[in-house]
């Protein structure tokens, strides 16, 4: 079968690259890449994923060696794209579809980042909303943690704009949140926002990177395990920090009592 050499590794750049800049797991971007260049009879693959790149080495004859190295900046959580490049790959797989095709899907996946954020603002907004419910709020905490949630959102995707990093982000979150629920819950002296602040964080809290780091570690990826580990432990601290600094300036002015 002929093969042409910069489609395959452009495709397979771009799938590794989907998946770890949506929250995949390196284990995944590492066999996708095995997986499509074996349904292609390539002799020799290696590819070392991290949550912050990968290293890639083919060679489709077993004498000539082709490499890339890409940098992963930036990390989001978008299970779709991810569930999308592993449909593209079993296609890739299957014989279903070409390379050319399969790499224009890929392209569109990067290059169209609206879909990503048409609503997730009000997924947000609700997802905060029904936590704080579930912590114990009531109808009063349902509706300002649903503006809350919204607002957040949006705050953070502006900060993704300007290419700043995560933990900016999460503090000011994290601040803009207690924020909000103390100067509501004071003035119309209603509700507790010690529910908005919990419901509001939720949503922001690095779960899935946690399970992923805890995955990667039990597998034998100590280093991408320690790294989602630290991310996931200073987003949590950096919510936590930007939340805790507006209640205890709030308790220091004396708006709230102990």
Do not use: W
């Not at 819950?185 to 805890?214: E, H, Q, W």
């Not at 630290?230 to 205890?248: D, F, Q």
């Amino acid at each position: 079968m002929k093969i042409n050499t910069n489609t395959l590794l452009k495709v397979i750049k771009l799938s590794a690259q989907i998946i770890l800049e949506n929250g995949g797991e390196t284990y995944r971007a590492e066999e996708t890449i095995k997986y499509i260049c074996k349904s292609y009879g390539v002799k020799e693959v290696d590819a070392i994923a991290t949550p912050t790149g990968f290293y890639l080495t083919i060679s489709i004859n077993g004498e000539d060696n082709n490499t890339i190295v890409k940098r992963i900046r930036k990390r989001s959580i978008n299970l779709q794209k991810i569930n999308d490049v592993n449909n593209i790959s079993r296609q890739i797989s299957s014989h279903s579809t070409t390379l050319d095709d399969a790499l224009a899907q890929l392209e569109d996946m990067v290059n169209n980042r609206a879909v990503q954020y048409k609503y997730s603002f009000v997924y947000s907004g609700i997802s905060s909303a029904f936590f704080t419910v579930l912590f114990g709020g009531g109808i009063f905490e349902f509706i300002i943690a649903l503006m809350t949630g919204l607002l957040v959102s949006l705050i953070s995707k502006s900060f993704e704009d300007l290419h700043s990093y995560q933990f900016f982000s999460s503090i000011i979150s994290g601040a803009v949140i207690a924020f909000i629920a103390i100067v509501v819950t004071t003035l119309s002296k209603t509700g507790n926002y010690n529910y908005i602040i919990v419901g509001g964080i939720m949503p922001l809290l690095p779960g899935l990177a946690m399970t992923n780091a805890i995955r990667d570690t039990i597998r034998g990826d100590l280093i991408s395990g320690i790294a989602r580990a630290t991310e996931a432990l200073l987003v949590a601290s950096s919510l936590a920090a930007g939340a805790g600094a507006v209640i205890y300036t709030a308790y220091s002015l004396g708006f709230l009592g102990i």
